[in-house]
Structures are given as C-alpha cells and as structure tokens.
T-cell receptor, first 112, second 114 residues
Framework: DQQVKQNSPSLSVQEGRISILNCDYTNSMFDYFLWYKKYPAEGPTFLISISSIKDKNEDGRFTVFLNKSAKHLSLHIVPSQPGDSAVYFCAATTVTGNQFYFGTGTSLTVIP | KAGVTQTPRYLIKTRGQQVTLSCSPISGHRSVSWYQQTPGQGLQFLFE???????NKGNFPGRFSGRQFSNSRSEMNVSTLELGDSALYLC?????????????FGPGTRLTVL
C-alpha cells in the first residue's frame, strides 16, 4: 500500500523556467515531509523538508509547499538549471515514528 | 568526513542463494536504515538499527534480516533469494533516530538475482 505517491514519473522543463514536482499522501498522521534528489549511481541526498506546522519552506531556489487538507505537497525549483536534472523523491514520516515512506520518484530533465 | 559506504557495489546471485550486504555509516552516526529500491515501487523501508537494536521493521518477509555491530556498521542478509529480490539496496545513516534532515545515503548495492 503506497502511502506516498508521485503520480508523474517524469517531467521536462526548459532551463530558467519553474519546475513543479508533486506528491500526495494518504496517512493523515504524517507530520514531517522531505524531498530528496538522486543522481544515477549515487544515493539520494536530502534537499529540503517541511513540518506540518508550516505550509511553506524555502531554501534558495527550492520551495516546498504543504497543503494538509489536500494531503498534498509540492516542490518548486526556480529557476531550473540543467544540474537539477535528477530523480526527486518525496518522503513522509511522523515525528514520533521511526520509518520513512517514500514516493516512487519523478525524473526531472531540465533542457538547456 | 567520509560518506556512507556500501559493499559490494554490484552483486549477481542465483535463486535460492543467500547474500550479505554491508554498510559503514558516517563516523559518529549511530542509526542505520536499509531500503530497497525497485522501479515503480520507489524506496521501500526494510529496517532501522540504533545502538545495535532493531527499532523498526518494514513489511518484508523474514528472509530479510539485519544486524548492527558495536561500531555502528550494519549488515543485511537475504536468504533463499527470489527473482523479485533484484533491486538497489540503499543504506542511510544519521546521528540518531530522528535526525531527519541529517540522513545520508550510501550509493547502494545493486543486486541481480538470476
């Protein structure tokens, strides 16, 4: 049972434009969310996170938005750069829990 | 600081065999988690160890087991391999159980079961 879903397996964006990656979850107990970026032949690396007490968190070109009522979060990358081309995973957990639940990933391609 | 290392990086086994994968966490990290990544399934949580104790286990059969040593290094074992066990196995280390923003992944071990 996939509790975290990324329904877009791939996304292509022109360099300089905005990339929006989406993630939905089903478990209302989740209260902490993370995005990871993964290059081929490397492990995922932490990108940005958000707690359920916030609806937005920003770090440079990366912003994560959380809509708790819709059980939806999104990652915005502005402006997109070719080096952003990677697979992006969203993950969710509970602050008191021990387990991360990951989505299936979205492969982002930024076209120069 | 050296990153998370996993050995071996690639492994080919046949059905019915068993396999042991190793993970060395970042120095000072005491929590190690294991994940299985397959196409279409994303990363599936296997188990987490902290101070040599398994704290949580994902929804995998008993053929999947693990352990952690006193130096925080961890191993996972898969017995009676099946074709469906072919996957990338990732381990991640963090300073403690809930250091969410400080979870670092290794490059993974690519297991192929023939």
């Amino acid at each position: 049972d996939q509790q975290v879903k990324q329904n877009s397996p791939s996304l292509s964006v022109q360099e300089g434009r905005i990339s929006i990656l989406n993630c939905d979850y089903t478990n209302s107990m989740f209260d902490y969310f993370l995005w990871y970026k993964k290059y081929p032949a490397e492990g995922p690396t932490f990108l940005i996170s958000i707690s359920s007490i916030k609806d937005k968190n920003e770090d440079g070109r990366f912003t994560v938005f959380l809509n708790k009522s819709a059980k939806h979060l999104s990652l915005h990358i502005v402006p997109s750069q070719p080096g952003d081309s990677a697979v992006y995973f969203c993950a969710a957990t509970t602050v008191t829990g021990n387990q991360f639940y990951f989505g299936t990933g979205t492969s982002l391609t930024v076209i120069p | 600081k050296a990153g998370v290392t996993q050995t071996p990086r690639y492994l080919i086994k046949t059905r019915g065999q068993q396999v042991t994968l190793s993970c060395s966490p970042i120095s000072g990290h005491r929590s190690v988690s294991w994940y299985q990544q397959t196409p279409g399934q994303g990363l599936q949580f296997l188990f987490e160890y902290f101070s040599e104790t398994q704290r949580n286990k994902g929804n995998f059969p008993g053929r999947f087991s693990g352990r952690q040593f006193s130096n925080s290094r961890s191993e996972m074992n898969v017995s009676t391999l099946e074709l469906g066990d072919s996957a990338l196995y990732l381990c991640a280390s963090s300073p403690g159980p809930r250091s969410y923003n400080e979870q670092f992944f290794g490059p993974g071990t690519r297991l192929t079961v023939l």
